[in-house]
């Protein structure tokens, strides 16, 4: 239990309910959960479920009809075929990685993931005894890494590779061409799997257009895809996720799911079916707000001295450098919830990689945002007054 991670979001949040109890109003932008509500129609069909005995234990890899659902959207949005037996239900997309990362790394096992990354990835490569190796997420590189110095980092020890596009924290997204190259590196070590975690593949802009690595040949017969329905329906609460893999993996994957959680419950699978099948409008005006809140919060957090904001062409956070503010991230974060009232992320949130940056989540208002951008305006000038004896 010492090599045990957490997720600082939900640390922060706490912090700031805390805060908000003492009657502190507090700007939320640091959890990365939609602010929008189910949609009616998933709703309905998880309360029909209900009515119709959805109630009982199903099957450790989900209900048939659901991984069917599964794997036909899966064909469609992937360009590859998939079968029901190549598909897992999951409470959530957390037991993908966990089960996965369990299933597949010994101790001494090598790792490699992104940093700054999702915190659960080196929380269970350190927890099952394997070693991360972290792949550099650069600025510089439009928050991408650079494929040269991933091919420098396998070695004959090896086990998994971890993509995320598009990514948390920074927003980063690979383009067909970057998947590309990764191919190319990976067919010179064909013993690598590959856990692709493509849960925000639906929260695009512009012109950007999600590919899967699972579509270049011979890449999904060692590919985890991990996605679900937190994110692109609003379905947090839920706990819905999903794998698809090797059928060999899948089996051990739902004996990994027997021990630990039975199933995924029933009820929640059948309204899953309905957002995969059911009318998709809510999604792309879902999407279409967050676009409109990335462009208030990157404009609002450039106009703040000492700090630059990369505009991000995916999910909805943004990842903006704060290095000529002189303090350290975790200091800035901290400062920000205390004297300003606003929930944000140090970057080492998500690797020592991260340091020099915040991560802010603009699932929130456009009216909050603006406050926030406000209230940080007001409050980093008294930061850059601050003595080191005072910090």
């Known amino acids: 239990m010492l090599t045990i991670g957490t997720e600082t979001a939900f640390e922060v949040l706490a912090r700031a309910r805390a805060m908000e109890a003492q009657g502190k109003k507090i700007i939320h932008l640091q959890i990365g959960e939609p602010d929008f509500d189910t949609p009616k129609n998933i709703r309905e069909a998880g309360k029909l479920a209900i009515d119709k005995g959805f109630t009982h234990y199903g099957p450790s890899a989900g209900l048939p009809q659901t991984r069917t659902a599964v794997a036909e959207y899966l064909t469609k949005t992937r360009g590859v075929k998939f079968e029901r037996d190549e598909i897992i239900i999951?409470?959530?997309g957390k037991p993908v990685m966990f089960f996965t990362i369990l299933a597949l790394v010994n101790p001494g096992d090598e790792v490699i993931y992104p940093n700054p990354g999702f915190p659960i990835y080196e929380s269970m490569i350190k927890f099952v005894g394997g070693k991360p190796v972290p792949l550099p997420i650069r600025e510089e590189n439009d928050f991408n890494f650079d494929p040269q110095e991933l091919e420098k980092l396998i070695t004959p020890k090896t086990k998994l590779f971890i993509i995320n596009s598009p990514a948390n924290p920074t927003g980063g997204f690979l383009e067909k061409e970057d998947l590309a190259k990764i191919v190319q590196i990976m067919a010179r070590h064909p013993d690598v799997a590959i856990l692709s975690d493509?849960?925000?593949?639906?929260?695009?802009?512009?012109?950007?257009?999600?590919?899967?690595?699972?579509?270049?040949?011979?890449?999904?017969?060692?590919?985890?895809?991990?996605?679900?329905?937190?994110?692109?329906?609003?379905?947090?609460?839920w706990r819905l996720g999903?794998?698809?893999?090797?059928?060999?993996?899948?089996?051990?994957?739902?004996?990994?799911?027997?021990?630990?959680?039975?199933?995924?419950?029933?009820?929640?699978?059948?309204?899953?079916?309905?957002?995969?099948?059911?009318?998709?409008e809510s999604v792309d005006q879902m999407v279409a707000e967050f676009?409109?809140?990335?462009?208030?919060?990157?404009?609002?957090?450039?106009?703040?001295?000492?700090?630059?904001?990369?505009?991000?062409?995916?999910?909805?956070?943004?990842?903006?450098?704060?290095?000529?503010?002189?303090?350290?991230?975790k200091?800035?974060?901290?400062?920000?919830?205390?004297?300003?009232?606003?929930?944000?992320?140090?970057?080492?949130?998500?690797?020592?990689?991260?340091?020099?940056?915040?991560?802010?989540?603009?699932?929130?208002?456009?009216?909050?945002?603006?406050?926030?951008?406000?209230?940080?305006?007001?409050?980093?000038?008294r930061l850059a007054q601050?003595?080191?004896a005072a910090r």
């Not at 957090?301 to 303090?327: E, Q």
């Open 90 to 92: 999951m409470p959530g």
């Open 198 to 237: 493509e849960i925000y593949s639906r929260i695009l802009y512009g012109d950007a257009v999600h590919h899967s690595i699972t579509e270049f040949p011979g890449m999904k017969e060692r590919t985890i895809i991990l996605d679900g329905f937190s994110k692109t329906y609003a379905m947090t609460g």
């Open 242 to 280: 999903y794998a698809a893999a090797p059928k060999e993996l899948i089996l051990k994957l739902a004996t990994l799911a027997t021990n630990c959680h039975s199933c995924t419950a029933s009820f929640s699978q059948i309204a899953a079916i309905e957002a995969l099948q059911g009318p998709q």
């Open 291 to 329: 676009k409109r809140r990335r462009d208030v919060i990157v404009e609002g957090l450039n106009s703040l001295p000492g700090v630059s904001c990369h505009t991000p062409k995916a999910a909805f956070y943004v990842f903006p450098n704060v290095k000529k503010l002189g303090r350290s991230s």
């Open 331 to 381: 200091e800035i974060a901290d400062f920000l919830l205390l004297e300003a009232g606003v929930a944000c992320l140090a970057g080492t949130s998500f690797g020592s990689l991260g340091e020099g940056y915040l991560r802010f989540s603009y699932a929130n208002s456009v009216e909050n945002i603006r406050a926030g951008i406000q209230k940080m305006a007001e409050a980093l000038p």
């Open 386 to 388: 601050r003595t080191p």
